[in-house]
């Protein structure tokens, strides 16, 4: 090991399975044989035998990335140490990561530039979910065994930060959909856009996406839609939250697994690994964002600007030298978000804003989305020698970013990512609002129809709260055209706020 080694990705795998426990309990995945199969298959693209790892990181399993959430079907309490064993590994290093989608492109970011610093030779990152295979078999009574430990000492960064307030919790902010539904009606009203003009703004941005989850092997719903399909309220594309339905919003009922291999540029000549494989990272940044009620920009991503910004500046590049992108998917938000930062319009630009078909298409497993995007990406720039891409990987509700410049292309000299910055700007609440205006909502869907609206709004000084509607402000909610900069007044008990329209 030595510093100021070049770092560079040099065996990707991916691994899926359809498994949903109406056949018996033959076959059924686990977290750790996705990600043990996916792992043997990035060894294998490398040539590289799983002795020569000595750094191994586990992204963080749905279970374990909320408190005191049930193991329905027993605890693997050491899959990092589990994944070592099974693969005949013995690192000298093994982590399992905080909570976040990012995590897949942080975690290479990390394990580059601590191979250039001379810490290890060759590091495995590895993830998976196997949710599909956890609700189908307790939906058909089938009995599978997770339980699993190893005795081999590792890091676990546990949850990381809050992602929630107490205001937020307080107004029935709880689950991503409804975070992100915030932002994609902020965004509508920015572009003058009704209920029905922004689900079929979404439609047209997300066909494309099935398509190309069609076409891939590893998807989970391999089923092209059509732009009517996806704009238009179902059985099959029920609302979830204005405007969201059901295939606007990231699938997580999958099985799926990937890792990539990353080693000093010398370890692979010694170990002959060939020139065709190799992918060299140019550029990286990372970036968290405040809740989201305390963030002044609600139509775009502040963390999105500085990690893309940064990954860019630090290649040397700018989005329109990007030949192939995989941006974050989870809800079309995102990818306005991210389009807005590159400058590239999602509509007519004609490079591929995915290359798996996007997290609800091709399948949204958890925290480890991204390193599915990183071996697509491998997989792409590998087919094209020269050519360059961009992964942006995004974790809680554009809370956490993390990207990467990729190329076969070699760079001169290795540069390494910046640690994450943080945002310090923040909009003050206000607790008791009496009036205001609306700069945002959503209204949550339940099996019966609407349940509950929710709006941000600013008072007269500025400050912003948080409210739920009554009843008649709900029906106000529910029309086509946007409530956006519409005046509401409201009374508050036991820390809620409730609004009527004025």
């Known amino acids: 090991m030595a510093k100021g080694a070049m770092p560079v990705l040099v065996g990707v795998g991916q691994s899926m399975s359809q498994w949903d426990g109406k056949s018996g ?7 750790l044989s996705l990600a043990r199969d996916a792992s043997k298959a990035a060894l294998k693209d490398a040539g ?36 070592a064993r099974d693969l005949g590994a013995s ?16 975690l290479a970011n990390e394990m580059a530039n601590r191979i250039h610093a001379g810490e290890f030779d060759v590091a495995l990152v590895a993830g998976s ?23 081999l000492a590792y890091e676990d960064r546990g949850l990381g930060g809050q992602m929630l307030s107490r205001p937020e919790i307080k107004h029935g902010l709880i689950a991503p959909a409804f975070f992100y539904a915030m932002f994609e009606n902020a965004i509508a009203a920015r572009e003058g856009r009704s209920r029905s003009g922004q689900r079929e703004a979404m439609a047209k941005l997300f066909q494309p996406f099935t398509a190309r989850a069609a076409q891939n092997p590893y998807s989970q719903f391999p089923v092209e839609r059509s732009v009517d399909f996806l704009k238009t309220p179902s ?23 990937a890792a990539i291999l990353v080693m000093s540029e010398d370890k692979a000549d010694a170990l002959g690994v060939s020139k065709e494989k190799r992918v060299y990272l140019h550029g990286g940044g990372e970036a968290s964002d405040s809740f989201i009620s305390e963030r002044p920009m609600l139509d775009g991503s502040w963390a999105m600007e500085q990690a893309i910004g940064k990954a860019l500046d630090q290649a040397g590049k700018d989005s329109g030298t990007m030949k192939y992108f995989d941006l974050y998917s989870c809800f079309p938000c995102a990818v306005f978000s991210s389009a807005q930062v590159l400058d590239i319009n999602p509509f007519t630009d004609k490079r591929p804003l995915t290359l798996t078909g996007g997290l609800p298409f091709f399948g949204g497993p958890g925290n ?16 094209d ?26 760079p001169d000299a290795y540069k390494p990512t910046a640690a994450s910055v943080k945002a310090t700007e923040k909009v003050e609440l206000e607790s008791a609002p009496t009036t205001g205006t609306i700069e945002t909502f959503t209204v949550v869907h339940g099996r019966k129809g609407a349940e509950h609206g929710v709006i941000f709004a600013r008072t007269g000084d500025g400050k912003r709260f948080i409210a739920k509607a009554t009843p008649d402000a709900l029906e106000r909610l529910r029309e086509d055209s946007s409530p956006v900069g519409a005046a509401v007044t409201v009374e508050t008990a036991d820390e809620v706020n409730t609004f009527r329209f004025a």
Not at 26 to 31: C, K, N, Q, R, T
Not at 389 to 394: D, I, K, P, R, Y
């Open 129 to 151: 979910e196997a949710n599909r295979a956890s609700k189908g078999a307790r939906k058909n009574g089938v009995e599978i065994d997770w339980a699993d430990d190893s005795d």
């Open 48 to 83: 590289v035998d799983a002795g020569e790892i000595d750094a191994l990181t586990f992204v963080r399993i749905f279970e374990d990335s909320v408190p005191s959430a049930p193991h329905p079907h027993g605890h693997n309490t050491n899959l990092p140490g589990t994944l």
């Open 368 to 383: 480890n989305y991204s390193m599915h995007g990183l071996a697509s990406m491998a997989d792409a720039l590998r087919a």
């Open 91 to 106: 690192p000298s290093k093994l982590i399992y990561s905080d909570v976040g989608g990012q995590s897949p492109q942080a």
């Open 385 to 410: 020698p020269g050519s360059f891409g961009l992964v942006l990987a995004n974790g809680g509700w554009m809370t956490k970013e993390a990207a990467g410049v990729w190329s076969t292309a070699r």
């Open 235 to 257: 059985p099959e594309n029920y609302e979830f939250a204005d405007p969201y339905l059901k295939w606007h919003i990231a699938q997580d009922a999958v099985n799926q697994g």
């Open 25 to 31: 309990a033959d076959g059924a995945p686990s977290p």
